[in-house]
């Protein structure tokens, strides 16, 4: 079985700067995605950006990179500029890669609620 | 192009009573999965629904059931609630040319008192 684990309950940032959420994982996997999401208080859970494992490039989307060490089982997610809409729960999560049509399950951390101060 | 929309959006039931959440997944996805999250925490995979049949589930009870209809929609059924079944309820669908993206709708927020 899969475990996500963010181990930062709250984090804040000012307004223009960067902040890195971290994530740490274990898994026996060798062929798996790597998912941040975003939960605004508006409740829908929306996708920031996905590493695949197979792929030695961070991924970058915008603002937003992320610094993935596979050795170390590491996935954190670094976001620049900050803006007060950046102002959400973020949850890291794992997926399997599934061979079936249907695709695979979401394995979700327990999250880090990121506030973004004027 | 309509996201993922789930109904309905809150819901307030009595211990012991049954509830049922729908949702009709992204145009062009034919895969709809469902989680729960309780309060503060991260959302828990309950079951992936495809071609109408549950493909995988996750370590819940016989009391959450579920189904897909043949235009790729979805229900959840609670039977027997519980105060620990109090939690928001998301929908994910995927499909298409990259399966293993999920996108969720607002959720459903159940309440059993």
């Known amino acids: 079985a899969q475990t996500v684990t963010q181990s930062q309950p709250e984090m804040s940032v000012q307004e223009a700067e960067t902040v890195t959420l971290s994530c740490t994982y274990d898994?026996?996997?060798?062929?798996?995605?790597l998912f941040w999401y975003k939960q605004p208080p508006s409740r829908q859970m929306i996708l920031v950006i996905r590493?695949?494992?197979?792929?030695?490039q961070n991924a970058t989307e915008n603002r937003f990179s992320v610094n993935f060490q596979k050795a170390a089982k590491s996935f954190s997610l670094k976001i620049s500029d900050s803006q007060l809409g950046d102002t959400a729960m973020y949850f890291c999560?794992?997926?399997?890669?599934?061979?079936?049509?249907?695709?695979?399950?979401?394995?979700f951390g327990e999250g880090t609620q990121l506030t973004v101060n004027p | 192009d309509a996201g993922v929309t789930q109904s309905p959006t809150h819901l307030i039931k009595t211990r012991g009573q049954q509830v049922t959440l729908r949702c009709s997944p992204k145009?062009?996805?034919?895969?709809v999965s469902w989680y729960q999250q309780a309060l503060g925490q991260g959302p828990q995979f309950i079951f992936q629904?495809?071609?109408?049949?549950?493909?995988q589930r996750g370590n819940f009870p016989d009391r959450f059931s579920g189904h897909q209809f043949p235009n790729y929609s979805s229900e959840l059924n609670v039977n027997a609630l519980l105060l620990g079944d109090s939690a928001l309820y998301l929908c994910?669908?995927?499909?298409?040319?990259?399966?293993?993206?999920?996108?969720f709708g607002a959720g459903t927020r159940l309440s059993v008192l």
């Open positions: 629904y495809y071609e109408e049949e549950e493909r």
């Open positions: 999560a794992f997926m399997k890669i599934r061979q079936e049509t249907s695709g695979s399950r979401l394995t």
């Open positions: 898994t026996s996997e060798n062929n798996y995605y």
């Open positions: 590493q695949e494992a197979y792929k030695q």
């Open positions: 145009s062009g996805h034919d895969t």
């Open positions: 994910a669908s995927s499909g298409g040319r990259d399966k293993n993206i999920q996108y």
